[in-house]
């Protein structure tokens, strides 16, 4: 099924310790990215790239990384998790160059830091 | 910088009623514009979008959206408000080149009253 697939759906996580969200497309869209949701804020770009081999910083990027090391998979990770970083957790692709830069949205993550 | 202003965070309608989402938004160059919804637990769909054709866009579901230079606005209707409408909506801006990104608003919740 085309789309974008997010591991897991839920996670509760101690503070301190690392995670890797996973994001995975099959649309063979260059652009990918990830946002968090919070209630009252709407969506918020954490990090982005625009094609494999390059990343760049959204709105709010302190905590995370990202890798794109290929087209597909655009990982997210919490090197040390904090309370504040509990949120729902949006991967989306696009496939850039055309002219409508529509945004496919996977399921979610949601992630809850004790 | 693109901003976007969706006022209240929540609208309550009747079935069968006028369904009237606000959206303003802020930008320096021609923008593209979205409309996207999420049910309760799910990812973002799109409703519609405007790419600086016609003015007046139709989406899924009944919705459309007009795009007014003068008032800077691309609010959501549609006319006949459905149970199964209730979710939350959101608008969103970008410019028109290859790597834009989006900006959203906070989210508008829709509720529908039997």
């Known amino acids: 099924i085309a789309g974008i697939t997010q591991a897991p759906t839920s996670q509760i996580l101690a503070a301190g310790r690392r995670m890797t969200l996973r994001c995975t497309q099959d649309?063979?869209?260059?652009?990918m990215y990830w946002y968090r949701q919070d209630l009252g804020l709407g969506l918020r770009l954490i990090h982005y790239?625009?094609?494999?081999?390059?990343?760049g910083k959204g709105e709010v990027p302190d905590g995370y990384s990202v890798s794109r090391a290929n087209t597909d998979d655009f990982p997210l990770t919490l090197a040390s998790a904090v309370p504040s970083q509990t949120s729902v957790y949006f991967c989306?692709?696009?496939?850039?160059?055309?002219?409508?830069?529509?945004?496919?949205f996977g399921p979610g993550t949601r992630l809850t830091v004790l | 910088a693109q901003s976007v202003t969706q006022l209240g965070s929540h609208v309550s309608v009747s079935e069968g009623a006028l369904v009237l989402l606000r959206c303003n938004y802020s930008s320096s160059v021609p923008p593209y514009l979205f409309w996207y919804v999420q049910y309760p637990n799910q990812g973002l769909q799109l409703l519609l979008k405007?790419?600086?054709?016609?003015?007046l866009v139709k989406g899924i579901n009944g919705f459309e959206a007009e795009f007014k230079k003068s008032e800077t606005s691309f609010h959501l209707t549609k006319p006949s408000a459905h149970m199964s409408d209730a979710a939350e909506y959101f608008c969103a801006v970008s410019d028109p080149g290859a790597n834009s990104k989006l900006t959203f608003g906070k989210g508008i919740t829709l509720s529908v009253r039997p």
């Open positions: 405007y790419t600086s054709a016609a003015t």
């Open positions: 649309m063979r869209h260059n652009a």
């Open positions: 790239s625009n094609t494999a081999g390059t990343t």
């Open positions: 989306a692709s696009r496939l850039s160059g055309g002219s409508y830069n529509e945004q496919f």
